[in-house]
């Protein structure tokens, strides 16, 4: 069994950071609360954590995270109150401005999504159910791209499955109002950790877009990838 005091020597540099050389600003976020600006929803993948991948500070995000994050749709929002509820939160009352749905590459949700295997234990069913969240995605995909490797219709559902999170996001009345009277923006984002890049949804090109060069490799990071074309020439 691993040492777990890894995370406890962990906490003493945050301590030491913090609290010992930056003690302002946990005095504001005692004393005034918290005013995140954006709400995301990511993958509970310990490889993907938000506030690592995006360097924020304590206060800048409210983060909902759950398997390969899904956004149930309204019609469905009090069968999966854990992560509804804590949307409703960040939007009606801490009155976030931006909701970002993040992806990526290698997510073990989105595999199993699309092994389509039947559950065989109690724990399976579980999973199963959160994830038929996205099942007419994953139909999607094999309708689209089929006889395809099973690497290129992964990715492609991965990115898929955020534009259905985003989709179920604006059947909530009181997410759609907002963000047609421009309150409230929702993002796409996509993190590829095989080339260290972030991807971000183009709804005018309808593709994730690269946001920025990779200092290794940027002839490779300026290929945008389309969900269901082109998927020849895009890295799997």
């Not at 540099?13 to 004393?31: G, I, K, S, T």
């Not at 038929?132 to 689209?144: F, H, L, N, T, Y």
């Not at 095989?194 to 946001?211: H, I, P, W």
Request: contains cysteine.
């Amino acid at each position: 069994m691993r040492d777990v005091n890894i995370f406890l020597k962990g906490f003493r540099r945050f301590q030491h950071h913090y609290f010992d050389r930056n003690p302002e600003l946990f005095d504001r976020l005692f004393a005034e609360g918290q005013q995140p600006r954006a709400l995301m929803v990511a993958c509970c993948d310990s490889r993907c954590d938000p506030g690592v991948l995006t360097d924020s500070k304590p206060g800048d995000l409210f983060v909902v995270r759950n398997v390969a994050n899904l956004v149930p749709p309204y019609i469905h929002a009090t069968s999966y109150a854990g992560t509804t509820s804590a949307i409703a939160f960040a939007i009606c009352n801490l009155k976030v401005e931006h909701v970002i749905v993040m992806g990526h590459a290698r997510c073990g949700g989105i595999r199993a999504l699309m092994e389509n295997r039947p559950p065989a234990c109690d724990e399976e069913r579980l999973i199963a159910k959160w994830l038929g969240i996205a099942e007419d995605v994953r139909q999607r995909v094999m309708k689209e791209l089929p006889g395809k490797l099973q690497e290129v219709q992964a990715r492609a559902c991965e990115q898929a499955a955020i534009l259905k999170s985003l989709e179920n996001l604006m059947s909530y009345p009181w997410i759609g109002s907002r963000v047609n009277e421009g309150r409230l923006a929702l993002h796409g984002w996509y993190f590829d950790m095989e080339c260290g890049a972030l991807m971000q949804y183009d709804s005018d090109a309808g593709e994730f877009r690269v946001t920025e060069l990779h200092p290794d490799h940027p002839e490779e990071s300026l290929r945008p990838q389309r969900l269901f074309e082109n998927w020849e020439s895009s890295p799997p």
